[in-house]
């Protein structure tokens, strides 16, 4: 069996942030799936997508603070056509990624007990944020 639905998250400020349940709050289809593998494929270049921390807020604060640190505005990039933050964003979601292969186990993602999903906002000012979902399986 397969599925398919775009997600579209509420827009987040600049950061990490923990999205697990707001997914699932609008895939109530995943409980028909016994086994599968869902792939969540973000629909933006300004931002990504990545597996950590749950419990623990600061982890969040701390990435954000690491990759602004690697990656900063102002460093005399070429493409800023929607402002200082454009480029530093372009390249945050290339170092992170676009996408996720997560397995599916008696109807929920099976994410490690400290795991869960974040949705890594790279602009200032951005809005919601769509996420394509494919979950194949039985």
Not at 31 to 55: C, K, Q, Y
Not at 63 to 71: A, G, K, P, T, W
Not at 123 to 136: E, H, K, L, P, W
Request: hydrophobic share 40%; glycine share 8%.
């Amino acid at each position: 069996m397969w599925m398919q639905k775009e997600v579209r998250l509420k827009p987040k400020v600049r950061g990490f942030h923990l999205v697990t349940e707001e997914l699932l709050r609008e895939l109530p289809e995943i409980a028909d799936f016994r086994v599968g593998v869902m792939n969540l494929f973000i629909l933006h270049t300004s931002a990504s997508l990545t597996i950590n921390e749950n419990a623990d807020p600061t982890v969040r604060k701390d990435f954000e603070d690491y990759f602004s640190r690697i990656v900063p505005q102002g460093d005399s990039y070429l493409h800023e056509d929607e402002g200082p933050d454009d480029l530093p964003a372009h390249l945050k979601s290339s170092i992170l990624g676009c996408s996720l292969s997560i397995p599916v186990a008696k109807g929920r993602p099976k994410l490690g007990i400290w795991q869960g999903i974040y949705l890594c906002e790279h602009r200032d000012n951005a809005g919601s944020r769509a996420i394509f979902v494919t979950i194949q399986g039985e």
